[in-house]
């Protein structure tokens, strides 16, 4: 609706008759203008409305790419966020994810994969519990669990729960991973808890970041499931490039 609204904008300045100004139009006419363009050429509006879509889909690329120039450290070497595969690996791969997402459950065991087959990969989970309290209490829960030595073990066995991550499960898959429980709910308190989960919202929101997984390799933003032969494409690419 308001892209349309910006295309009738749009529209009224370009129906506005040679050598007349806006200024010397009344408003009223200047709609009659612009319904009489549409009403002789109705495919303008949704040619308006594609011209419009695509220049703030391209700014808001930029803006992403801005964004990952200048939070590249954050992303990629941020102390307080889980590492698995080759902590000196020559390409990082970032995952934001959520324990109750169906597509992050497909997506962990191409992840596995790619780490499994390519020794010098880098990956950085950052936990982002967007879809409600049983994710952020899934989410604590890992975060705590590395205190213990044990994110991966939980984290793995969180993505392999059939049904939803809630406080019960949660719980439940703690104790059946032999972590110990009590420990684990103080942990979920901690500062270091609480600015990772915020970091990740401050990040996607500045990313333009709707939904998980999302993947970011190098320069490049995925939304969504993707499979193993993609993942290595892209960091293939990122190797090249270096």
């Known amino acids: 609706m308001k892209l349309i609204k910006m295309a009738l904008v749009a529209l009224s300045l370009l129906t506005i008759p040679i050598g007349a100004s806006a200024q010397e139009l009344s408003e009223a006419r200047i709609k009659e ?23 703030q889909a391209k700014e808001e690329a930029s803006a992403a790419q801005n964004v990952l120039s200048s939070q590249r450290q954050l992303l990629e070497q ?9 902590p000196e690996g020559d390409v990082t791969v970032v995952e934001f994810f959520d324990y ?11 992840v596995e994969k790619l780490v499994a087959a390519d020794p010098n990969v880098r990956l950085v989970y950052r936990e982002w519990p967007i879809l409600g309290e049983g994710s952020v209490y899934a989410a604590r829960a890992a975060l705590a669990a590395r205190n ?3 994110y991966k073990e939980f984290h793995d066995a969180m993505m392999g729960l059939k049904g939803r991550a809630t406080e019960q499960s949660v719980l439940r898959v703690a104790a059946e991973i032999g972590m110990d ?31 998980t997984p999302a993947f970011i390799i ?18 293939n690419d990122v190797r090249s490039a270096n």
């Open 33 to 55: 203008l612009v319904y009489e363009a549409i009403r002789e050429n109705p495919e303008i509006v949704m040619e308006a409305v594609a011209i419009l879509q695509a220049r």
């Open 78 to 86: 941020d102390p307080n966020a889980p590492v698995l595969g080759n």
């Open 100 to 110: 109750n997402c169906p597509y992050c459950k497909r997506a962990a065991p191409e």
């Open 148 to 150: 213990q030595g044990k």
């Open 181 to 211: 429980v009590d420990k684990m709910k103080t942990d979920m308190q901690s500062p270091e808890v609480s600015e990772h989960i915020e970091t990740s919202m401050r990040l996607t929101q500045a990313l333009g970041i709707t939904g």
């Open 218 to 235: 190098g320069d490049a933003i995925i939304p969504g499931f993707i499979e193993v032969p993609q993942l290595q494409q892209l960091v």
